[in-house]
């Protein structure tokens, strides 16, 4: 599942680290070089300062070299070292650093500076200028003489050791990989606490819209102090929502007025049909009278439903919880719907035989027990078994009724049942149930706070689960 906070983070800490890596490169590189050449540059340097020590008098090259002036050459611990060699190979001076050590090899060069590393030959990893020059003449009557083409070439070498250098790259190294790991440290922390302050406004309406439902529709998003951003889609969720209560209103306005409207008058059929039952034993007219009577009784259930379901869709009851025979209350339920459970010959069966009291409101979960019961016997074949059984759990219980079906169900139609006024298409041709006992079941179970799960076994048997019932 996708987090606006956790892709802006991860997008944000991921953009700053490949800048501040590439940064880190290119000064990194910028750094090196230019130590590099302050490095060599030092070096060539004392190099050309021997270079101009070096004299040709016509007859031979000679270094006018002093000890005591550089005395790095000289030093035991971390010695420096030159040597001066004519053109044809010849070592002319060497420094005493290299006392005790192997021969250089000589190497002759085109370029007039050559820069190299090496290692010296006290095995430390070093760096090395080599210049090629032409001994200057100090003589001038000698330097008109003799042409620059046909003096002596010779070639300095000078080497120093660049662990140091090394060490202080290292070093800036690390304190630039610290500085990248420190700055992504911060960038982090600063970037999640100021994304997760600026997705507030969102939390805060997702914390409202949470608590918006079917019985709470006239809550709304508050649109004060919003960013104007989402001030918006505040305003247009809080539009759409007055409209959805205006039509929720309506839909139970009509229902209740519908029901109200129509039970006056269903009253008075049922009462002229019991009227007209008492009549000689005529069949025909008692058995139409019947027909009427019994119309007349399944219309007054369905309007006594509707008002129950427009009543606990208000939300505004008050329940009334009381310690309930759970027993007592099944064997009443059962009694009253004996008559339909024998039409179709239907046997209930409930278990175990000793039942919890629970506490429930006694009214609301009488109505729902008869509802889930009608509901199984209206939809179980002829000679069909209901089994009602009853578990518990520490100081909790459930109840659950099972039932054979008569048209299986698909999870489809499992997601829809609770619908108001849904049916099967083909359960439409009875004509005796208009599906508004298990909407009125859901929302009677809403009110109690109970979870209602409904589920179809291998047998193609139909199961509906009322738990979280507390044992008295």
């Not at 969102?202 to 960013?227: E, F, H, M, V």
């Not at 959805?244 to 006056?264: C, G, P, Q």
């Amino acid at each position: 599942m996708r987090s606006i906070s956790k892709t802006i983070t991860f997008t944000t800490i991921l953009w700053v680290g490949l800048i501040l890596a590439v940064g880190q490169l290119v000064i990194d590189h910028v750094v090196s070089d230019w130590l590099l050449h302050q490095f060599d540059t030092t070096l060539e340097s004392k190099a050309r300062a021997l270079v101009t020590l070096t004299k040709y008098d016509g007859a031979e090259v000679e270094l006018d070299f002093a000890d005591e002036f550089m005395p790095e050459f000289e030093d035991p611990s971390e010695p420096e070292y030159f040597e001066l060699f004519l053109g044809d190979g010849n070592l002319l001076e060497r420094s005493h650093s290299f006392d005790g050590r192997a021969e250089s090899v000589f190497n002759d060069q085109n370029d007039e500076v050559l820069v190299s590393d090496l290692s010296l030959p006290d095995g430390r990893n070093g760096r090395q200028v080599s210049i090629k020059f032409t001994p200057q003449i100090e003589d001038k009557s000698l330097r008109k003489k003799i042409p620059l083409e046909t003096r002596p070439r010779a070639i300095l070498r000078i080497s120093r050791e660049r662990e140091s250098m090394d060490r202080v790259l290292e070093q800036f190294h690390l304190l630039i990989i610290g500085i990248t790991v420190i700055t992504l440290l911060a960038v982090m922390l600063s970037v999640t606490r100021e994304i997760n302050r600026g997705l507030r406004p969102l939390i805060q309406i997702k914390d409202d819209i949470s608590q918006i439902s079917p019985g709470s529709i006239d809550r709304r998003i508050a649109n004060d102090k919003q960013p104007i951003e989402l001030e918006p889609i505040a305003n247009q969720f809080n539009l759409v929502l007055s409209e959805i209560e205006k039509a929720m209103l309506r839909e139970r306005e009509f229902s209740s007025d519908v029901a109200h409207e129509l039970r006056t008058p269903v009253a008075e059929i049922r009462s002229l049909a019991e009227v007209g039952l008492r009549w000689p034993d005529e069949k025909d007219i008692r058995s139409y009278f019947a027909d009427i009577h019994e119309s007349s009784r399944h219309l007054d259930r369905l309007i006594e439903n509707l008002l129950y379901l427009c009543r606990s869709e208000e939300g505004n009851i008050e329940l009334d919880f009381s310690r309930i025979d759970l027993g007592k209350l099944l064997d009443k339920a059962c009694l009253s719907l004996a008559t339909e459970a024998a039409a179709k010959n239907i046997r209930i069966e409930i278990s175990p035989s000793d039942l919890p009291a629970i506490s429930a409101d006694e009214q609301w979960l009488a109505l729902i027990v008869s509802n889930l019961i009608s509901n199984a016997i209206s939809h179980s074949p002829t000679q069909a078994t209901i089994n009602i059984s009853i578990t518990t759990d520490d100081n909790r219980c459930a109840l659950e009724v099972v039932n054979p079906m008569l048209e299986s169900l698909s999870q489809q139609d499992l997601d829809s049942i609770f619908n108001r006024f849904w049916r099967k298409d083909s359960a439409r041709e009875a004509g005796r149930h208009a599906g508004i006992g298990l909407a009125l079941v859901k929302s009677c179970a809403g009110l109690m706070q109970l979870e209602l799960n409904t589920s179809i076994d291998e047998n193609n048997q139909f199961h509906i689960r009322l738990s979280n019932f507390h044992i008295a």
